[in-house]
Nanobody, 115 residues
Framework: QVQLVESGGGLVQPGGSLRLSCAASGSIFGINAMGWYRQAPGKQRELVARITSGGKTNYADSVKGRFTISRDNAKTTVFLQMNSLKPEDTAVYYC?????????WGQGTQVTVSS
């Protein structure tokens, strides 16, 4: 029923930019926050950026100043603008929606930063 559709991943050179999008569809009641997580090979999944229903944002220290999270007015679509990308940003990026009663996850989109 509920789907999180991610797009925008791909291959980019160091210093380049990508914009990820995630649209939540279906009946989701009481969205509290939406965010992006990532998981690199051999590492644990980590929070990249998050935005609450009130518009408060927070970022991982490793991406502060380079990444920007935003959302649409309906608070059902979230974006991640990634600038000044580094090879260390290479990972599968997952969209997350924290709703009133449960969390939802996208299937992930690959971001590869390489020359």
């Amino acid at each position: 029923q509920v789907q999180l559709v991610e797009s925008g991943g791909g291959l980019v050179q160091p210093g380049g930019s990508l914009r990820l999008s995630c649209a939540a569809s279906g009946s989701i009641f009481g969205i509290n926050a939406m965010g992006w997580y990532r998981q690199a090979p051999g590492k644990q999944r980590e929070l990249v950026a998050r935005i609450t229903s009130g518009g408060k944002t927070n970022y991982a220290d490793s991406v502060k100043g380079r990444f920007t999270i935003s959302r649409d007015n309906a608070k059902t679509t979230v974006f991640l603008q990634m600038n000044s990308l580094k090879p260390e940003d290479t990972a599968v990026y997952y969209c997350n929606t924290a709703a009133l009663l449960t969390d939802y996850w996208g299937q992930g989109t690959q971001v590869t930063v390489s020359s």
